[in-house]
């Protein structure tokens, strides 16, 4: 199978070479459109795309090359600092936390004094500190 790069990138068009589908006119495109994205919702398209673009050489190996070269060069520190954060993502260098401190609001009004009593009683038991406890970390 070969590669015609006329039609990289583009599922109206290589639908319409497929499905030999006018796209001249707006229902043509539309035809072609609906194609195209019912095409690339395919597990086997998207496994041919993927053989194909690694055959070209579009493959891991060629992207982490490409992005040792960024982080190598020192002309383009904008591009050097982006890529070095990429590889820091690639690599889950960095985790993003978000902390959630849940304080719980309680109408004591609805408990009788026994029953008060003994929930003063459990909450001293359990209590650590004064300080607010996280109920769960969030990490990205």
Same mark, same amino acid.
Request: glycine share 4%.
């Given at each position: 199978?070969?590669?015609?790069?006329?039609?990289?990138?583009? #599922?109206? %068009?290589?639908?319409?070479?497929?499905?030999?589908?006018?796209?001249?006119?707006?229902? #043509?495109?539309?035809?072609?459109?609906?194609?195209? $994205?019912?095409?690339?919702?395919?597990? #086997?398209?998207?496994?041919?795309?993927?053989?194909?673009?690694?055959?070209?050489?579009?493959?891991?190996?060629?992207?982490?090359? %490409?992005?040792?070269?960024? /982080?190598? %060069?020192?002309?383009?520190?904008?591009?050097?600092?982006?890529?070095?954060?990429?590889?820091?993502?690639?690599? $889950?260098?960095?985790?993003?936390? %978000?902390? /959630?401190?849940?304080?719980?609001?309680?109408?004591?009004?609805?408990?009788?004094?026994?029953?008060?009593?003994?929930? /003063?009683?459990?909450?001293?038991?359990?209590?650590?500190?004064?300080?607010?406890?996280?109920?769960?970390? /969030?990490?990205?």
């Amino acid at each position: 199978m070969s590669l015609n790069r006329n039609y990289f990138g583009n #599922g109206v %068009q290589c639908a319409a070479k497929a499905y030999d589908v006018d796209i001249s006119t707006p229902e #043509g495109r539309r035809v072609a459109s609906a194609y195209a $994205s019912r095409a690339l919702q395919s597990d #086997g398209v998207k496994l041919l795309c993927a053989m194909l673009l690694d055959r070209e050489g579009l493959n891991d190996e060629a992207v982490d090359k %490409q992005l040792a070269f960024m /982080i190598e %060069q020192n002309l383009d520190m904008k591009s050097k600092v982006l890529a070095i954060k990429e590889y820091n993502a690639l690599r $889950s260098r960095i985790k993003h936390t %978000q902390e /959630i401190i849940h304080r719980h609001v309680f109408d004591y009004t609805a408990l009788t004094d026994s029953e008060l009593k003994t929930f /003063i009683e459990l909450a001293e038991k359990a209590k650590i500190n004064d300080e607010p406890r996280t109920a769960f970390a /969030i990490t990205n």
